[in-house]
Each structure stands twice: as C-alpha cells, then as structure tokens.
C-alpha cells in the first residue's frame, strides 16, 4: 500500500514454530492455530470485531472440521416485543415443546429473546418448537436470529415497495436511525424531520400555530398533524410521527413524563395511538422508536 510499517507492529508478524497462522481481514494482528497433543489451541487479537470476524469465518469453520459430531445441536433465536417476559414464560410451558428442545429467556431491552436449543439429528425438533412460539405468541414475535426490529421492517417495506417519512419530536431521530443502520434503506426511507420545537413543527410540517397552543405539541391532534404533514411533504405511502415527553421533567398531572403520541398515516387515514412509558428518559425513546416500529410492521402484515 505504500504505507510506512510502525516499529511496534513488528512484533505481530512472531508467530510460534509450526502455528498455522489465520489472517486478519480486518485488522494487523493475525491469529493462529496451535495443535499440542492433537488438542489445537487458537489463538486471536483482542480487538472485538477483529475477533469476532476470525472466530465465525475461520475458528468455528475449523472446529466443526475437527470435531465433527455425530449429535445435531442447534440454537434458534425468537426476538419479542411488547409482552413482559413473565407472561411469556405462561405462554410456553415446557410441555408444549418436543423432549428433545430446552428453552430459555433474555432480556435484550425492550425485546425478550426466546432461546430454543435442541440435541438431535435434524432440524425438525427446532422447526416444531418455532411453530409452537409463534402460535402462542401471534404478531409479538418480532425477528429471529440476529435481525433486529428495524431490518424485519426494512425488509417489509422493499418487498411491498413502499416507502416512508418520518416526523419525530421525542425521539430526536432515533427512529430514523434504526431504519437508516439497515442496508438498502435508501430503498424506502425518503426522510426524517425532526421537529423539537413548535416553531419547527409549524415551519416544516404545517401544523397548525392554533392547534399547537389550544391542544399542545403532545397531544392526539398535534401527532396527526405531524403525521399528515410530512407524508402530504414527502409524498409517500406511510408516514410515522412521534410527540411526547421522555422526563426527566416537563411531565404534568395530566399529562406524566412517559406521554407519547404515536401516529401513522398511510392512503387508508392517519391514526394515533396515545401511549404510557415507563423507565428513564432513554428508556422512553427506546420503547417509542420500537412502539413505532412495531405498528409499522403489524399493518405491512394486514
């Protein structure tokens, strides 16, 4: 590459005798591969993603290669969303499930992971138990495996050729950073405003100056106005627009710190669901973004 070499990096390139040496795509410290008594022993750089890169594309490779088992063991993951996880574990007693499949559960907030792990010699255990935790569970199974939320959406939204606008208030953007981490967003996502201020929610979205002191920023009409404002803007098949307080203060009797309005417009009208969080003040913009996201979702399914 042309590049000078630092001093320091020299001592990467001392491998032991006789280590098979693994590269490292995405860094300057290769690994490498130790067999001692026909035990190997591997051995990668610290850095995570370097890590984690090596350990998928050329230990776990290796592994199977060396170890292959006669015994089929396989993990499948179900992500949920919008039941607490002692509801769920009553929604899936350990009797609706095939012998050979154990069962877990993880909190990765706001989701609870369903964890299915099964010994066997096929698949089939694993395609039971999945069939049963979607049964019970309905539309609150949200993804599987290491999809998020966001890409299950992404996916809905390319395959319907449809796309989106966002408005945000509360969330400061945070929906609009779910959808864009997604590969192929630009697919779908036409624009994001976020509009904190009233003044911004009357320049760039055209809600009404009146409206916005009769009813409030957070209120169902100001949400709806959001809403219609920037898919009349953005010209596009859906909308969602957030307005809400996420604390620590700004709350009211009448209207508590964890207030959200959630609307979505699409050709079929616009609706607003009113929405009570708890948690801190990240905690709220979490289980709104997700809220969101998750209504979304639901009526790409319908």
């Not at 020299?10 to 280590?19: D, G, N, T």
């Not at 995570?48 to 993990?75: D, F, N, S, W």
Request: charged share 20%.
């Amino acid at each position: 590459s042309g590049r000078p070499f630092p001093a320091g990096n020299e001592k990467q390139a001392l491998i032991p005798h006789k280590a098979k040496v693994m590269d490292n795509r995405c860094g300057t410290a290769p690994g490498f591969i130790i067999c001692h008594n026909n035990c190997p022993a591997f051995f990668m750089p610290g850095v995570p993603h370097e890590m984690g890169e090596m350990m998928q594309r050329q230990v776990i490779p290796a592994l199977q290669q060396l170890l292959k088992p006669t015994i089929y063991c396989a993990e499948r993951v179900l992500k949920v969303f919008g039941l607490p996880e002692n509801s769920i574990e009553r929604e899936l007693p350990a009797k609706l499930f095939p012998a050979e499949v154990s069962l877990s559960f993880r909190l990765e907030f706001p989701l609870v992971l369903v964890k299915l792990n099964s010994q066997g010699h096929d698949e089939t255990p694993l395609d039971q138990a999945e069939h049963i935790v979607r049964q019970q569970l309905g539309q609150h199974v949200v993804a599987h495996g290491n999809e998020s939320l966001a890409e299950v959406v992404a996916q809905k939204l390319i395959s319907a050729e449809k796309n989106l606008a966002l408005a945000e208030s509360c969330t400061g953007g945070l929906i609009a950073k779910l959808l864009t981490d997604c590969a192929g967003s630009s697919a779908f996502f036409e624009r994001g405003a976020v509009t904190y201020a009233n003044s911004a929610k009357h320049d760039m979205l055209g809600v009404d100056e009146q409206l916005l002191l009769d009813k409030g920023a957070v209120s169902t009409e100001c949400a709806q106005a959001m809403a219609n404002g920037i898919r009349q803007r953005a010209k596009t098949d859906f909308s969602l627009a957030v307005t809400g307080i996420a604390g620590p203060g700004g709350g009211t009797a009448e209207k508590p710190c964890g207030t959200v309005f959630i609307a979505l417009a699409s050709y079929q009208g616009t609706e607003v669901r009113e929405c009570h969080f708890s948690g801190d003040r990240a905690q709220v913009r979490i289980k709104t973004a997700y809220t969101a996201l998750d209504w979304l979702l639901r009526s790409l399914k319908d």
